[in-house]
């Protein structure tokens, strides 16, 4: 019963900020883990980043790594993706996803949001 919506996307200059937010709507459980992901157009669905819920352990991907921080609130239910050091490279539809382990996350994850456009200018 897990929905997630996306918001906070747009069009940024390069070097600039952003902040993506999900919010969780349903029961988020201990063993649920939540993430990011990224899909410019032509090229395969990307992981950028995880959090589990309730430890609020973060993985990152290379490519984001210093420049992105994933958080969460659980009284809002709600995970956040802080975007700065932006890059063109770094436009694509953004998408919240959830799931009840971890390595289920990276494959396929169990809810998706419908995700929000962010596009880098240079």
């Known amino acids: 019963q897990v929905q997630l919506a996306e918001s906070g996307g747009g069009l940024v200059q390069a070097g600039g900020s952003l902040k993506l937010s999900c919010e969780a709507s349903g029961l988020i459980s201990k063993n649920y883990y939540m993430g990011w992901f990224r899909q410019a157009p032509g090229k395969e669905r990307k992981f950028v980043g995880g959090?589990?819920?309730?430890?609020?352990?973060?993985l990152y991907a290379d490519s984001v790594k210093g420049r992105f921080t994933i958080s969460r609130n659980g009284a809002k239910t709600t995970l956040y993706l802080q975007m700065t050091s932006l890059k063109p490279e770094d436009t694509a539809v953004y998408y919240c996803a959830a799931a009840t382990s971890y390595a289920r996350l990276r494959s396929t994850s169990d809810y998706w949001g419908q995700g929000t456009q962010v596009t880098v200018s240079s």
């Open positions: 959090i589990s819920w309730v430890g609020g352990s973060t």
